[in-house]
């Protein structure tokens, strides 16, 4: 059972242009949110994440917003860069621990130059 | 500071072979999990250890052990390969079970 959904498996985008790549998740005792990014040939790397307590966390070109009620989280990029292409991981925690965390399939972000 | 360091990088095993994967985290992290990344899965956890304790388990069937040394480097082992097991196995440092982890690159396992 998929607790943490992420639908869209691919995504191209232009440079320049803002890419959104959305996350759904089915738990409501999931109480912090994070994306991770994945090269090939690399291992994931924790990019940005927003506790349940907030609705929007800002980090340079990369936001996350979370909307409770609908139980989905969206990671904004602008302006997209060519270095952005990768494939984001959404994860949701209810607690601690690494059984704690569920992640999502993965959407893979291609910028066109 | 060195990354996680994970070996062999690639694999190729046959179905009702055993494999051995090997994970060395960051210096001084004491918590190491791994998990299974297959296409449209995502990543599964398999196991996390502290303190060379497992901690906690995923839903993975007893074909799949592991082990942490008194170092925190780890080891996992897939007994009686099936051709289901073909997935990439990543392994996370932290400093506690309540850390940031931080991954290694993965062992690509293919079983034929």
């Known amino acids: 059972d998929q607790q943490v959904k992420q639908n869209s498996p691919s995504l191209s985008v232009q440079e320049g242009r803002i890419s959104i790549l959305n996350c759904d998740y089915t738990n409501s005792m999931f109480d912090y949110f994070l994306w991770y990014k994945k090269y090939p040939a690399e291992g994931p790397t924790f990019l940005i994440s927003?506790?349940?307590?907030?609705d929007k966390n800002e980090d340079g070109r990369f936001t996350v917003f979370l909307n409770k009620s609908a139980k989905h989280l969206s990671l904004h990029i602008v302006p997209s860069q060519p270095g952005d292409s990768a494939v984001y991981f959404c994860a949701a925690s209810r607690g601690t621990g690494a059984n704690n965390l569920f992640f999502g399939t993965g959407t893979r972000l291609t910028v066109i130059p | 500071k060195a990354g996680v360091t994970q070996t062999p990088r690639y694999l190729i095993k046959t179905r009702g072979q055993q494999v051995t994967l090997s994970c060395s985290p960051i210096?001084?992290?004491?918590?190491v999990s791994w998990y299974q990344q297959t296409p449209g899965q995502g990543l599964q956890f398999l196991f996390e250890?502290?303190?060379?304790?497992?901690?906690n388990k995923g839903n993975f069937p007893g074909r799949f052990s592991g082990r942490q040394f008194s170092n925190s480097r780890s080891e996992m082992n897939v007994s009686t390969l099936e051709l289901g097991d073909s997935a990439l196995y990543l392994c996370a440092s932290s400093q506690s079970l309540t850390g940031e982890l931080f991954f290694g690159e993965g062992s690509r396992l293919t079983v034929l």
């Open positions: 210096s001084g992290h004491r918590s």
């Open positions: 250890y502290f303190s060379e304790t497992q901690r």
């Open positions: 927003i506790s349940s307590i907030k």
